[in-house]
T-cell receptor, first 115, second 113 residues
Framework: NAGVTQTPKFRILKIGQSMTLQCAQDMNHNYMYWYRQDPGMGLKLIYYSVGAGITDKGEVPNGYNVSRSTTEDFPLRLELAAPSQTSVYFC??????????????FGQGTRLTVV | AQSVTQLGSHVSVSEGALVLLRCNYSSSVPPYLFWYVQYPNQGLQLLLKYTSAATLVKGINGFEAEFKKSETSFHLTKPSAHMSDAAEYFCAVNSGGYNKLIFGAGTRLAVHP
């Protein structure tokens, strides 16, 4: 079973370019999340979704957009890439109606460098 | 607002020594706490979680954590470190809505022979 799959694993972007980070899960989870990980900062929530068609901002949403047209997919769009968006991006999912101690499942991450 | 603080960004131990990774939380409500581990070039994997059923929580790979409300702590321990334990460890708390997690800054554990 694949769990949470992220593509690509690595990417180098030039300043001002745009790209979409793909995330797919096969566990039928309603909750999905995008986090970014910066050295010494832990993970910060960018956007999250509680179901198809429903998304909301997290702690650090500026410069990003998301959409959720299906339960399985939750792509993250970077418009006008900036060096400050150099980071490792993680997608995660969790089941609907989960207790507050329910585990979130993480993808392998996408390492993005903006030059 | 809830938060977690991990003391020590880097911890180095000898193989076979005790591992102690510190996590303190701030919460006005009973916290739901987690420890995740990240091996090199991989995603995060759940080590253990606090469920309020017991203050001492056992996780995978011989790790355990003790919830101490009086000290607002949830420190992670392992009696005897193994080389394969070298990784980054994150303490996290559920923010209370839709299982959004708030992470600590992480502690990188090095294990040397």
């Amino acid at each position: 079973n694949a769990g949470v799959t992220q593509t690509p694993k690595f990417r180098i972007l030039k300043i001002g370019q745009s790209m979409t980070l793909q995330c797919a899960q096969d566990m039928n989870h309603n909750y999905m999340y995008w986090y970014r990980q910066d050295p010494g900062m832990g993970l910060k929530l960018i956007y999250y979704s509680v179901g198809a068609g429903i998304t909301d901002k997290g702690e650090v949403p500026n410069g990003y957009n998301v959409s959720r047209s299906t339960t399985e997919d939750f792509p993250l769009r970077l418009e006008l890439a900036a060096p400050s968006q150099t980071s490792v991006y993680f997608c995660a999912s969790a089941p609907l109606g989960a207790n507050l101690n329910t585990e979130a499942f993480f993808g392998q991450g996408t390492r993005l460098t903006v030059v | 607002a809830q938060s977690v603080t991990q003391l020590g960004s880097h911890v180095s131990v000898s193989e076979g020594a005790l591992v102690l990774l510190r996590c303190n939380y701030s919460s006005s409500v009973p916290p739901y706490l987690f420890w995740y581990v990240q091996y090199p070039n991989q995603g995060l994997q759940l080590l253990l979680k606090y469920t309020s059923a017991a203050t001492l929580v056992k996780g995978i790979n011989g790790f355990e954590a003790e919830f101490k409300k009086s000290e607002t702590s949830f420190h992670l321990t392992k009696p005897s470190a193994h080389m394969s334990d070298a990784a980054e460890y994150f303490c996290a708390v559920n923010s209370g809505g839709y299982n959004k997690l708030i992470f600590g800054a992480g502690t990188r554990l090095a294990v040397h022979p």
